[in-house]
């Protein structure tokens, strides 16, 4: 009976075809097989078992989804793979250089930027997108263009302080050279 | 998420060609807002056409000395383009006013305009709403309905549109180009959105065969004397209860030209060219400013919790007229208002 529902449902509803995408994940090349609906956020986390970034809203309010596609930051929650389609895509597990931690990790550890870690990783690459994009030099700026990424513990004040740190240093970094 | 076919157009003729074979299908660029309809079911197309590898992210200068810009141009990318920050920094406020930082990198400028209502009536499938099914009323009028509009409304719905972009783009005077089944053609701005009326379920007079390709800016970008003034319930990252694109023409201390456009309060971004004639030829005053708003406002109508916004919408009509006539425009970072 079941079975019959599920064939008469599946004549009246046929199934999209599922298709063959490639994704150069943390520099790591990964040929997959996905169904249109499938979201970057769930590829990641689903097919290659990148938990680390998180599912929070799902609506691209909360910013925890945060991954960078082509070094730039998006939400992955309302991003489809489909549409990525050969590109590249850093999420937090790709930032550090083996055991040496992203300048950005170590200042949030640093700096106790966080309180349950849920929102960190998307603050993390949120952060790494800001600095890539160089338009943030005061407190303000930062706070601003950093406002797709919502901390519910409140722990703001240190992830300023540690964006700030690592803005420092690579103004530091520039000068010196 | 309802189950979808996907295709990706290799070029415009070819995307015409697939929305007009399936008259469930519907274009997808940076997919922000339809992704996120389509999440909440209510948005469900039978098919998405992939439009956001197609050859329409340039910036290019127009013959009049304007400047076309490509539907597919990343709304970070439009804000932060030398010719918007120097030529209409109007535009370039309004973009990042609005949204965040991960949105402005994948939703697009076509995008930006065909965006939806953030209703919660027209979010919420378990209520009645003219906007997503027709003829089922509208749930926000005896509602709760602080966000909604104040201008233009009807009896069937008074969502209103969350754009800043198409704010400061209304101000702006900008062209919308399209492309169809019929031909090219181009769409005045004040003309590409709609009011509610009967028909709320339409939110621009874009036929369903049809594409935006640019939007096109004419010469004049007031880089001198405008603002762009957004009113929130949070300082950052949240729609607008009331905004106002403001821009002066001054000479000799008068003002030739003033141009106004409002956000929050109603169903398209709001001008009214007898508001904004009432200065000209005026000087930049507090008190020509409040004439201005209340013209602007004379038609105004709350329906409970929202009729705040007229007093707001005033105030905020007369802050934004006097930093434009300053010259001293609303930073979007440091969020304090003069």
Not at chain 1, 116 to 134: D, F, N, R
Not at chain 2, 141 to 150: K, Q
Not at chain 2, 153 to 160: D, K, L, M, P, R
Not at chain 2, 262 to 286: F, I, S
Request: charged share 25%.
């Amino acid at each position: 009976m079941a079975q019959r529902d599920a064939a008469r449902s599946a004549e009246r509803f046929p199934t999209p075809a599922k298709i063959a995408i490639t994704l150069r994940v943390n520099g790591v090349e990964h040929k997959l097989t996905v169904a249109p609906w499938t979201t970057l956020l769930d590829v990641l986390r689903e097919h290659l078992d990148l938990t680390g970034t998180k599912k929070g809203c799902d609506h691209g309010q909360c910013g925890a989804c945060t991954v960078l596609l082509g070094g730039r930051r998006i939400n992955a929650c309302l991003t489809l793979a489909v549409m990525k389609d050969g590109e590249e895509v850093t999420t937090i597990e790709g930032l550090a250089q083996g055991t040496m931690l992203h300048a950005l990790q170590q200042a949030f550890i640093e700096h106790d930027a966080f309180q349950c870690g849920y929102c960190t990783p998307g603050q993390i690459c949120s952060a790494a997108g800001l600095i890539a994009e160089g338009r943030a030099r005061t407190a303000d700026e930062i706070r601003e263009l950093m406002s797709g990424n919502i901390c519910r513990c409140g722990a703001y004040p240190n992830i300023l302080a540690a964006i700030e740190q690592v803005l420092a240093g690579q103004k530091g970094a520039e000068a010196a050279r | 998420m309802n189950y979808f076919e996907y295709s990706r157009a290799t070029d415009v003729a070819d995307a015409l060609r697939l929305i007009a074979a399936d008259p469930g299908a519907r274009f997808v660029a940076g997919g922000t807002n339809l992704l996120d309809l389509m999440k909440e079911n209510v948005a469900r197309p039978t098919r998405l056409i992939d439009i956001s590898r197609l050859p329409l992210t340039e910036i290019e200068e127009t013959k009049d000395g304007g400047l076309r810009i490509g539907a597919l141009v990343p709304n970070s990318d439009l804000a932060w383009h030398p010719a918007i920050e120097q030529r209409y920094p109007l535009l370039a406020s309004a973009i990042l006013a609005g949204a965040s930082a991960q949105l402005r990198n994948m939703a697009s400028t076509g995008g930006n305009l065909l965006q939806r209502t953030r209703c919660v009536y027209f979010y919420d499938t378990t209520t009645p709403c003219n906007k997503r099914d027709p003829g089922s009323g509208c749930a926000a009028i005896r509602g709760v309905n602080r966000n909604h509009a104040i201008l233009g409304t009807s009896e069937h719905c008074i969502a209103t549109h969350p754009s800043d972009m198409c704010v400061a783009l209304a101000a702006l005077d900008a062209r919308v180009r399209v492309a169809g089944g019929a031909g090219e053609r181009t769409i005045p701005f004040d003309y590409f959105h709609r009011l509610p009326g009967d028909t709320p379920d339409l939110d621009a007079n874009l036929r369903a065969d049809e594409i935006i390709t640019a939007v096109e800016l004419p010469p004049r970008g007031f880089a001198e004397n405008y603002t762009y003034l957004k009113v929130r319930d949070r300082l950052s990252y949240a729609f607008a209860l009331v905004s106002v694109a403001a821009a002066l023409a001054l000479e000799d201390g008068n003002i030739a030209e003033a141009r106004l456009a409002l956000g929050g309060v109603a169903h398209k971004p709001w001008r009214d060219r007898e508001a904004e004639g009432t200065l000209a030829g005026k000087r930049p005053t507090a008190k020509n400013f409040e004439r201005a708003a209340e013209a602007l406002l004379a038609g105004a109508r709350g329906f409970g919790h929202n009729d705040f916004k007229i007093e707001l919408a005033r105030r905020t009509i007369v802050r934004a007229l006097g930093q434009a006539a300053r010259g001293t425009p609303q930073s979007q970072s440091d969020k304090r208002i003069a």
